[in-house]
T-cell receptor, first 117, second 114 residues
């Protein structure tokens, strides 16, 4: 079935380091692609999204490009801050057909990121 | 306003209790969702309510039952839960239940079943 593979964590970086969190998805249909972030003790917040091939989503210095040829949506940031410490989820949104609604957001396992001052 | 509110924030219940979780959105969204998130795991979709139709993940036990009193409210009724049901329960909403729409999440209800 449809699935997503996300880089395992935890990831620990120093402040101002470069960040890449890898995400690949199975190419059934044409999913929209999302990155959500979950800060400690909170719900999920949308970080960025891309709905078609070659689209680039960006927010708060984070970027990710919808790569259809490699079925990837890697999250990048050039200079991380302590406030970026959180869990990051890659989430393709697939069409399911008739069994369970019509659309489903499928979450990766999450990558816990810790930034050290 | 992109806020989804959930009450209560925390809930502790025994296995014989009946309780309800509440979720509300005032964004005019036409789809609402319940997710279950165990510790250090991703959220798992339990139910989708859109256009007055409920879609159920068949793996969800019947001790969980959703109810949608109106277009801005989605409740989750809990009855005879098990300790393994302890988790963070997240509600979300989106404009429409389509893949291009962003889902907006509430802060969650942290449920503990004793």
């Amino acid at each position: 079935g449809d699935s997503v593979t996300q880089m395992e964590g935890p990831v620990t970086l120093s402040e101002e380091a470069c960040l890449t969190i890898n995400c690949t998805y199975t190419a059934t249909g044409y999913p929209s692609l999302f990155w959500y972030v979950q800060y400690p003790g909170e719900g999920l917040q949308l970080l960025l999204k891309a709905t078609k091939a070659d689209d680039k989503g960006s927010n708060k210095g984070f970027e990710a490009t919808y790569r259809k040829e490699t079925t990837s949506f890697h999250l990048e940031k050039g200079s991380v801050q302590v406030s970026d410490s959180a869990v990051y989820f890659c989430a393709p949104h697939y069409s399911l057909g008739s069994n369970f609604g019509n659309e489903k957001l499928t979450f990766g396992t999450g990558t816990r990121l810790t930034i050290i001052p | 306003d992109t806020e989804v509110t959930q009450t209560p924030k925390h809930l502790v219940m025994g296995m014989t209790n009946k309780k309800s979780l509440k979720c509300e959105q005032h964004m005019g969204h036409r789809a609402m969702y319940w997710y279950k998130q165990k510790a250090k795991k991703p959220p798992e979709l339990m139910f989708v309510y859109s256009y007055e139709k409920l879609s159920i993940n068949e793996s969800v036990p019947s001790r969980f039952s959703p109810e949608c009193p109106n277009s801005s409210l989605l409740n989750l009724h809990l009855h005879a839960l098990q300790p393994e049901d302890s988790a963070l329960y997240l509600c979300a909403s989106s404009q429409d239940p389509v893949s291009t729409d962003t889902q907006y999440f509430g802060p969650g209800t942290r449920l503990t079943v004793l």
